[in-house]
């Protein structure tokens, strides 16, 4: 192996000990306890284990936790009270929706619900918004991409001037993280279903973000030698060595792109511990903002 590994793991932990020590210290100073509510709507098993783990990083942090969880067969009517309930709430800091939502559901409508200041998944407009536009601050950074851009921080990969090619433009990885990278002075290409000639593209990547959902698609020799590649993936394949039947691999050929590149993310282990450190970054920086 040449590459060397990105622990996320190891990382995340370091932010959630930075978080639950400022946790600490605000609430020895009398102010009150950091609150994230999430609100789950159906049965689907993924979307309940997010959220119980969230939940409970929220407990080990010293955090406050409101799970509220809702029947398959809400209405939007019910899923909108009980998102407008927690917005009044002042014991609530930050709103998480998991998604995605049943689809008799209007999930815009749902998350426009949100205020901005309760909004720590940060995937409002205005956020996203703000993000986009050069000297505005958005009030929070979509999870999943602070954590790819801290990830290479932390590693020590340059990111000014550096040529970053993003594949995947979804609204919570591709797209936001393309902005961050963007307002970091990188040089940003985003690639996606209809992009022609992708390996080519990829092997111009002094920077790779891999996010599309596709397991292992990206292979060793799409890769440029030293390059760093973060790969947000989370797919799950057979295994028959598992007792499982399954194992989860990322986006790229782990085992091909480790000989290649520079740095590279594990998954598990990678990118997906990231993403819960962040939101619990932003659930304090809202309970912060909202003060008291
Ligand atoms: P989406 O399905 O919303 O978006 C996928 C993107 O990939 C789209 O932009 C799509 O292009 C593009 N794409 C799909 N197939 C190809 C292809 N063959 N070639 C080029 N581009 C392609 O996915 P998400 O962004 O929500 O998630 C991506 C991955 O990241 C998933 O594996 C997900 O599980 C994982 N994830 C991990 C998180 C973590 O915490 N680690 C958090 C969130 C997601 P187009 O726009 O043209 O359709």
């Not at 990111?159 to 002075?185: D, F, K, M, T, Y």
């Not at 932003?282 to 909202?290: M, P």
Request: some cysteine; aromatic content about 2%; hydrophobic content about 45%.
């Amino acid at each position: 192996m040449t590459a060397q590994l990105i622990d996320g793991k190891k990382i995340a932990q370091q932010v959630r000990e930075e978080v639950a020590l400022a946790v600490g210290r605000r609430v020895s100073s009398g102010k009150s306890i950091p609150t994230l509510a999430t609100v789950l709507v159906g049965n689907r098993a993924d979307s309940a284990a997010y959220v119980a783990s969230k939940s409970k990083a929220c407990m080990e942090l010293g955090m406050g936790s409101l799970s509220e969880h809702l029947p398959e067969d809400a209405t939007q009517a019910e899923v909108e009270a009980l998102v407008k309930k927690l917005d009044a709430d002042p014991e609530v800091h930050g709103i998480l929706v998991q998604l995605p939502l049943p689809a008799h559901l209007d999930e815009e409508k749902v998350l426009s619900l949100i205020s901005i200041e309760k909004d720590v998944d940060g995937f409002s407009p205005l956020n996203i918004g703000r993000l986009a536009q050069k000297g505005r601050e958005p009030l929070f950074i979509p999870c999943t991409p602070s954590g790819c851009v801290y990830l290479l921080e932390k590693s020590g990969v340059k990111i000014e001037g550096a040529h970053v090619v993003v594949l995947g433009r979804s609204n919570i990885v591709g797209l936001p993280v393309s902005l961050l990278l963007l307002a970091r002075n990188a040089t940003v290409t985003i690639c996606h279903s209809r992009t022609k000639n992708l390996a080519d593209v990829i092997r111009q990547a002094d920077i790779l973000i891999a996010a599309i959902g596709k397991p292992e698609f990206v292979r060793g020799d799409w890769i440029k030698p030293g390059a760093a590649v973060i790969d947000v993936g989370i797919n799950t394949i057979p295994d028959p060595t598992k007792k499982s039947g399954k194992r989860l691999v990322g986006d790229v050929n782990f085992p091909e792109a480790k000989e290649v590149a520079g740095y590279i993310t594990p998954v598990p282990g990678g990118v997906g511990p990231m993403t819960i450190a962040m939101l619990m970054k932003n659930t304090l920086a809202a309970a912060e903002l909202q003060s008291s």
